[in-house]
């Protein structure tokens, strides 16, 4: 069974840093994309970033490109998103995700994240003004 673990959430002023970490296991090493999503309350599901894990080749949503970096640690099956200069509009729960596609329903699933069979429980992001 996927379980995907994510820390790092918290409270930041705007500004700020911080790096989300996601540890991955229950699969075998191959061709899987990872990637960030986040929800906030009221609103729809926004995808972040995908990457896959064969090649490290990665993609960022519009929103977030030049602030947030997806990357991988493939010894340690784990994910991260460094996200920077974060704002009040980022306040949202984040998760992490993970399945089985190849670089084409990678690239879709960083626009459509809601495409991933498997998720991590969330951690909740706080921007302050």
């Known amino acids: 069974q996927v379980q995907l673990v994510e820390s790092g959430g918290g409270s930041v002023q705007a500004g700020g840093s911080l790096r989300l970490s996601c540890a991955a296991s229950?699969?075998?090493?191959?061709?899987?994309?990872m990637g960030w999503f986040r929800q906030a309350p009221g609103k729809e599901r926004e995808g972040m970033a995908t990457i896959w894990t064969p090649t490290s080749i990665r993609w960022h949503a519009d929103s977030v490109r030049g602030r947030f970096t997806i990357s991988q640690d493939n010894a340690n099956n784990t994910v991260y998103l460094q996200m920077n200069s974060l704002r009040p509009e980022d306040t949202a729960m984040y998760y992490c995700a993970a399945d089985r596609f190849g670089p084409s329903d990678c690239y879709k699933a960083s626009r459509s994240p809601g495409s991933f069979n498997y998720r991590g429980q969330g951690t909740q992001i706080t921007v302050s003004s």
């Open positions: 229950g699969y075998a090493a191959g061709r899987v994309c």
